[in-house]
Structure formats: structure tokens, C-alpha cells
């Protein structure tokens, strides 16, 4: 019996002779490819990749800005250590200052000393002087020059300065100056056998070298 196709509907048609979905013409049954997914492009409608939310998760967690650390707290300091250096600074500050104050005080005394050694020099000549003559050895005069000698000597011995007159001692050079040797009966060689310019020393220090004769 004959179809008419216009009055077969297509379903019956497939049923009759069509070959299934998954066969081929002969009977034999193939697998069916699933067909890939046609990824949209970038900027399309349809869902991005996994390379394009990976770039925009990149994006995202570089523009977020990254938790500052918390500063480590400072140690307390050793205000004990701090408060014994500021005291031993202070004690060698002031040590330094009396140390200045002293040296200033006997450059000082030093200086002035000097200055007056030539005065006290001339009173005694002056009284050497008048002293030779008999009738001016007990005169007021005299007695006012010596009152005034010892005045000016007991002022230096107050401040540490003493006269120096090393007659019978032996000579040294950093102490004592030599003007002439000569040769002395009874007298050792190298022993101050004459002091011609009496010498003054201030403390430990020599002030003005005594000028003497020396013993050959």
C-alpha cells in the first residue's frame, strides 16, 4: 500500500523508515559526540572563562590595600641606669669646674707673684743697705722697711708661696740657676756655696730658680 506523503505525518514516516537516533543506515548503533560548549568572547553576553574571573579576582584583591602591622611596643627604659650616668655626669662636670677654678686661681697667684718678686727683691737690698751703717741700723726707717718686707712674705706664705734659699744644698739645675763655680775649701763639688738671688717656689712648683754659686 502506497503513503500519500501529504497525508502521512512526518512522525509515522520516521517510525516506518527512518533510521533511530544513534543508528546508521544499516542498524548498526553509534555514540553520540556531545557537542563542546562554544565559549562566549570576552565582552559577549554569555559567561566568561575561568582565565577572565581569575583575572578579575587579581584585580579585585590588588586594589583591596594590605592590614598595616601593628607596632611592636617600645621597651620600657632602665630609668634606675638613666638617673646613676646623669649622676656620675654631673659629679665629673663639677669635678672639672674645680679643676678649672684651681688652675685659673694658681695661674693667678703665679702670675702676681711674679710681678712683686722684683719689689721684694729691692726691700731687701734696701735694708742690707741701710743695715751696713751703724747709726741707720736701728732707725725708724729701717724698722718701717722691714715691717713692710715682712708683710709682703707673710702674703705669699698665705697662698702656698715660700722663699728658696738652698745655701749648702746640692745643685739643681731645674731648681736652682748657677751664675759662677768656684773652688771652696771644706766644700763638696756641685754644692751651693753662695745665694745671690734668693729663689721662691709655689707649692710644688718653682715660681723663680734661685741664682747661686757653685763649689768646683
Do not use: W
Not at 688652675?103 to 712683686?116: F, H, V
Amino acid at each position: 500500500m502506497e503513503r500519500d506523503p501529504k497525508t502521512t505525518p512526518p512522525a509515522a514516516e520516521e517510525a516506518a523508515g527512518a533510521p533511530a537516533r544513534g543508528e546508521s543506515a544499516d542498524g548498526v548503533r553509534t555514540a553520540t559526540e556531545p557537542t563542546p560548549p562554544v565559549a562566549a568572547p570576552d565582552g559577549g553576553d554569555g559567561a566568561a572563562g575561568p582565565e577572565a574571573h581569575a583575572a578579575a579576582a587579581g584585580v579585585a584583591q590588588a586594589a583591596e590595600p594590605e592590614p598595616e602591622a601593628a607596632p611592636e611596643a617600645a621597651p620600657e627604659p632602665d630609668y634606675r641606669d638613666q638617673y646613676l650616668r646623669a649622676m656620675a655626669e654631673l659629679d665629673n662636670v663639677r669635678k672639672r669646674a674645680r679643676r678649672d677654678v684651681s688652675q685659673a686661681e694658681a695661674r693667678g697667684i703665679a702670675k702676681l707673684a711674679k710681678e712683686l718678686l722684683p719689689a721684694i727683691d729691692n726691700f731687701a737690698r734696701a735694708l742690707d743697705a741701710a743695715e751696713s751703717q751703724p747709726e741707720n741700723r736701728d732707725h725708724h726707717l729701717t724698722d718701717g722697711i722691714r715691717l713692710v718686707q715682712n708683710e709682703l712674705l707673710s702674703a705669699l706664705a698665705r697662698v702656698g708661696i715660700e722663699p728658696d734659699s738652698p745655701k749648702g744644698q746640692p745643685f739643681d739645675p731645674h731648681c736652682h740657676e748657677a751664675i759662677a763655680q768656684q773652688p771652696v775649701e771644706g766644700a763638696a763639688s756641685g754644692t751651693i756655696v753662695e745665694v745671690y738671688s734668693q729663689g721662691y717656689r709655689y707649692r710644688d712648683d718653682v715660681l723663680r730658680p734661685a741664682k747661686v754659686v757653685v763649689a768646683a
